[in-house]
T-cell receptor
């Protein structure tokens, strides 16, 4: 199974950009990179996903390295409501069941 | 409003009792999932169902059972055979297919003493 590696925790100041890294050196050619986040005592919520090209949506941007062995989730202006655990997940190429395999994630702390 | 509901939010049971957690969705999703989360850990898959009357075991199915009699509902029973049932239980649903996002419910926090 392709795995991801993320820092355990990161800190950011409010209204500054945040770059959350994820390494996935064993990624296969058909694996999509997904990001979810989980606010305290809530279920996870989808943030963004991509395959090869960089992606933008209203929540964040996803920058994918050219060799696809790493990616970075970018929050352009962190707010206190962005404090959460962020999970980088690979959707396996033969994962017909659509399951998500969660690692430990990165706990983002946002300081006012 | 469309979404996933789980009830109750908090549940307390005595050891040795079976308990059933509710999960309902009105998103018209074919696939539904149950995850377990322990403090400070990521989610682990218990069971999933891609279609009515069919379901598969996830990574930690022992001590749990499910049913999928209706598209909207996917209840999870935590049996007395589950050795460490105290945890945060999350239900999710999605459209069929490998890259569709999963929508999660608010979770049920189960405490067994």
């Amino acid at each position: 199974d392709a795995k991801t590696t993320q820092p355990n925790s990161m800190e950011s100041n409010e209204e500054e950009p945040v770059h959350l890294p994820c390494n996935h050196s064993t990624i296969s050619g058909t694996d999509y990179i997904h990001w979810y986040r989980q606010l305290p005592s809530q279920g996870p919520e989808y943030v963004i996903h991509g395959l090869t090209s960089n992606v933008n949506n209203r929540m964040a941007s996803l920058a994918i390295a050219e060799d696809r062995k790493s990616s970075t989730l970018i929050l352009h202006r962190a707010t206190l409501r962005d404090a959460a655990v962020y999970y980088c997940i690979l959707r396996e190429g033969d994962n017909a069941g659509n399951m998500l395999t969660f690692g430990g994630g990165t706990r983002l702390m946002v300081k006012p | 409003d469309g979404g996933i509901t789980q009830s109750p939010k908090y549940l307390f049971r005595k050891e040795g009792q079976n308990v059933t957690l509710s999960c309902e969705q009105n998103l018209n999703h074919d696939a539904m999932y149950w995850y377990r989360q322990d403090p400070g850990q990521g989610l682990r898959l218990i069971y999933y169902s891609q279609i009515v009357n069919d379901f598969q075991k996830g990574d930690i199915a022992e001590g749990y059972s499910v049913s999928r009699e209706k598209k909207e509902s996917f209840p999870l029973t935590v049996t007395s055979a589950q050795k460490n049932p105290t945890a945060f239980y999350l239900c999710a649903s999605s459209l069929a297919g490998r890259i569709n996002e999963q929508y999660f419910g608010p979770g049920t926090r189960l405490t067994v003493t």
